[in-house]
């Protein structure tokens, strides 16, 4: 079957705008600014002509160099952007910032101190309103823990998305460990060399080696520049994505031990609950997500016992996917969008007060 003449002039005038701009995708950042002394921390600008209203949103990646790109991977496909144009007050907590040595980080800081404080602040620069946490994959177990690790934190709902508890649930072709660790343990030379590829299977795919059908695919949807386009923002955040001891650390004490389907985890010493959470819980999980399927996060919904109100919804899409994907801008981010209007309902619109923290603009 031949192409027709639009697809024809589509796949030309694509073709033509990757040479001249050498790519599709608008990898442009949404605008933000660092709130405090520490670029950890971001507040995202709104648009001149939106109040932000409501309780701010805080967006919590995993703990791994480059992961937090997820949130913004390009223009068109970015949840950070859609939630800023929604009207909502965005903040993103990276754990693991490019000045890492600077923030040494693991899971006793991450729970006990440095989402707590960011939580705080957050709060601060919105008023005092509480805080509604969104945390993807390895993220989204730690803002839990950090809910149940100090009740009295001001939140008013958390979601999670794509976020397994339970590691018998995972398959081992796709268990984060084995790729990250592989079989003699954490090694940090070794984690080095592997992260790009290994973390890139582990957030788009798991299976049959996709670079052998890629170029396939590409050639047959030449036409359609948002497909070349979310492409390449794959690629460019699989290119972004680093590892590091502490994110290996991280995934070992989670997963491996697989102490979290049990309710609880020893962290730093101190048992922390998970029924310990006292505000509503979104629980989301991607249908096509090997690194986190159904089964391995639905317990998570059995295990929030103190909280008021679990909710387990599910949407199309990978790892990746289910948060930024093509899809996801008709399912997932809908669900969640109406998630939060649900807190700003309850908590109400208060803008944020005209005097915040102080940003820190750097050139």
Known sequence: MFPSPKKIRDATANAAHRLRHGAVADLTPTPSDPVGGSGALRRYRPAASVIATGPPVLLVPPPVPGAAWAFDLRRGGSLAAHLVATGRRVHLLDLAPADTAEHPGGPARWIGET????????????????????????????????????????????????????????????????????????????????????????????GIDKRLTRPVKLLLHLDDADFLAQAEAREAFAARVTADPASAQAATRFFRRGDLASGAVLVGGRRIALSDVRVPVLVLAGRDDAFAPLAAVHPLTRLLTGSPEVRFATAPGSHLGVLTGRAARATTWPRLGAWLDEATLQHGLRPARKNPDKVVTRT
């Open 115 to 206: 989402i707590p404080e960011a939580v705080r602040r957050v709060s601060r620069d919105a008023g005092g309103q509480p805080v509604q946490l969104v945390g993807w994959s390895l993220g989204g177990i730690l803002a839990v823990l950090a809910a149940a690790a100090d009740p009295g934190l001001p939140l008013a709902s958390l979601a999670t998305l794509a976020a397994p508890v339970d590691r018998t649930a995972v398959p081992a072709g796709a268990d984060p460990v084995a790729h990250i660790a592989g079989s003699r343990g954490v090694l940090p030379g070794a984690v080095q060399r592997i992260a790009p590829e290994s973390l890139l299977h582990g957030y788009e795919t798991y």
